[in-house]
């Protein structure tokens, strides 16, 4: 089992909003960072630190944090959003870097 | 903008030992932490290890006693022997940039995988 906690799975409608969340100890100490991954195709960075996004990713990805959970929200989703998602960050020693264990996200 | 590729045997034998090189272009080698991350069918991504621009590594401790990861400098590439394989090792691998995370204070903050390759399917199977 993973050291960082994910849903295994969220449905959100077409242009609603969908939360997915990431919890684990190590979040109280260190940011957890977020990437979409499709079948066939390479890890994405979606948003890392705080809440910043990479060039070229839409502003409807946002992250937040509290306690020891971190939160991807996208607002207004759209059909090319329907991914698996998953955050990383430094298990709870702080001496390696985990994987949550990824959410399905449908675009229904 | 930094590229990733990685290259190595599509097959691998149970028991023998599993190798990949990462070729790194628009980007030194030198300017970044660099990490291998793999994905078995149907199941999540898993980070093997990483290594430093000073050749210093760091290796998820459940693969520590199989993996290795090395740095040639010389042609900005980065590489993972994986020992001792079975068909639990059968994955997609990646290599990754790994940039770092810090406080206002300076204190470490995390890490992130900015930059990925397209990934590599190693089978492993007799």
């Known amino acids: 089992s993973s050291e960082l906690t994910q849903d295994p799975a969220v449905s959100v409608a077409l242009g609603q909003t969908v939360r997915i969340t990431c919890q684990g100890d190590?979040?109280?100490?260190?940011?957890a960072n977020w990437y979409q991954k499709k079948p066939g195709q390479a890890p994405v960075l979606v948003i890392f630190?705080?809440?910043n996004r990479p060039s070229g990713i839409p502003d409807r990805f946002s992250g937040s944090r509290s306690g020891n959970t971190a939160s991807l929200t996208i607002t207004g989703a759209q059909a090319e959003d329907g991914a698996d998602y998953y955050c990383n960050s430094r298990d709870s020693s702080g001496n390696h870097l985990v994987f949550g264990g990824g959410t399905k996200v449908t675009v229904l | 903008q930094v590229q990733l590729q990685e290259s190595g045997p599509g097959l691998v034998k149970p028991s023998e030992t599993l190798s990949l090189t990462c070729t790194v272009s628009g980007g030194s080698i030198s300017s970044y932490f660099w990490s291998w991350i793999r994905q078995p069918p149907g199941k999540g991504l898993e980070w093997i290890g990483r290594?430093?621009?000073?050749?210093?590594?760091n290796y998820k401790p459940s693969l520590k006693s199989r993996v290795t990861i090395s740095l040639d400098t010389s042609k900005n590439q980065f590489s993972l022997k994986l020992s001792s394989v079975t068909v639990a090792d059968t994955a997609v691998y990646y290599c990754?940039?790994?940039?770092?995370?810090?406080?206002?204070?300076?204190?470490?903050?995390?890490?992130?995988?900015?930059?990925w390759g397209q990934g590599t399917l190693v089978t492993v199977s007799s």
């Open positions: 290594i430093n621009y000073s050749g210093n590594t």
């Open positions: 190590s979040l109280r100490n260190y940011f």
């Open positions: 630190g705080k809440n």
């Open positions: 990754a940039s790994t940039l770092g995370l810090y406080w206002y204070d300076g204190s470490d903050a995390g890490a992130y995988f900015q930059h």
